[in-house]
C-alpha cells in the first residue's frame, strides 16, 4: 500500500520556523519527485507546488514565495523528505501535503503526482 505521510505542523508564530516530515512508503522512493502543496483556508488546493525535489537527481525547486525562506532535503534511507521553513508569515498558514510523481515537472505542477498525503496544518500568528 502506498502511503505518504505527513507530519510536523502545528502553532508558530510568525518569524518562527517549522520542520515538516514526509514518509514514504509502498514504493521506490528513489525514481520519484516529491513535491510540498498547501492550501489555504477557504481556498483550493494550489496547483503547482511551494516545493520539489528529485530523489533522482536531487534537482530542487522553490517557489519565488518560498525561496530564501524554505528548504528541502531528503533522506534516502528513512524515504523521507524534509521541509524546513523559517522566517513563516501569516500567509504561509495552510494545509501542507506532500505527494509523489514518477516525473520531475517544470515548476512543481501537479499533473504529474500519482500520489497525495493528507496533509498536515501550519498556523502561523502574528
Known amino acids: 500500500e502506498v502511503q505518504l505521510v505527513e507530519s510536523g505542523g502545528g502553532l508558530v508564530q510568525a518569524g518562527g520556523s517549522l520542520r515538516l516530515s514526509c514518509a514514504a512508503s509502498?514504493?521506490?522512493?528513489?525514481?520519484?519527485?516529491i513535491g510540498w502543496f498547501r492550501q489555504a483556508p477557504g481556498k483550493e488546493r494550489e496547483g503547482v507546488g511551494i516545493?520539489?525535489?528529485?530523489?533522482?537527481?536531487?534537482?530542487?525547486y522553490y517557489a519565488d514565495s518560498v525561496k530564501d525562506r524554505f528548504n528541502v532535503t531528503n533522506d534516502h534511507a528513512k524515504n523521507t523528505v524534509y521541509l524546513h521553513m523559517n522566517g513563516l508569515k501569516p500567509e504561509d498558514g495552510a494545509v501542507y501535503y506532500c505527494a509523489a510523481a514518477a516525473v520531475w515537472g517544470r515548476g512543481c505542477p501537479n499533473e504529474y503526482v500519482g500520489y497525495w498525503g493528507r496533509g498536515t496544518q501550519v498556523t502561523v500568528s502574528l
Open positions: 516545493s520539489c525535489i528529485s530523489n533522482v537527481d536531487d534537482r530542487i
Open positions: 509502498g514504493f521506490n522512493f528513489d525514481d520519484y519527485t
